[in-house]
Nanobody
Framework: QVQLVESGGGLVQPGGSLRLSCAASGSIFRANTMGWYRQAPGKQRDLVAT???????NYADSVKGRFTISRDNAKNAVYLQMTSLKPEDTAVYYC??????????????WGQGTQVTVSS
């Protein structure tokens, strides 16, 4: 089994910054594309950003220029640096990883989610 553990959420004022972290563990041979999604109350879960093992990134238009995704391949970890936060960024943020397991099966793992609230 593969587990993703997130940390770093919280309450921040508009214009502030937060850094989310996610570490993958378990029966992982290799973590391929990793990323972050978010889900606001009453809305669907949307892509925020992804990053490949080679470092190619992809961002939702709504966060371009404000959020930066990065990873540490040796630790199977992914990070999301969020700056210039807006109230509309308020959501539960989920880490996701496409992995190749030790048994050479492809799997997609999700974290449990971490709450980010942007409010004055």
């Amino acid at each position: 089994q593969v587990q993703l553990v997130e940390s770093g959420g919280g309450l921040v004022q508009p214009g502030g910054s937060l850094r989310l972290s996610c570490a993958a563990s378990g029966s992982i041979f290799r973590a391929n594309t990793m990323g972050w999604y978010r889900q606001a109350p009453g809305k669907q879960r949307d892509l925020v950003a992804t990053i490949t093992t080679g470092g190619t990134t992809n961002y939702a238009d709504s966060v371009k220029g404000r959020f930066t995704i990065s990873r540490d391949n040796a630790k199977n970890a992914v990070y999301l640096q969020m700056t210039s936060l807006k109230p509309e960024d308020t959501a539960v943020y989920y880490c996701v990883a496409d992995v190749l397991t030790i048994s050479r099966k492809e799997d997609r793992a999700w974290g449990q989610g971490t709450q980010v609230t942007v409010s004055s």
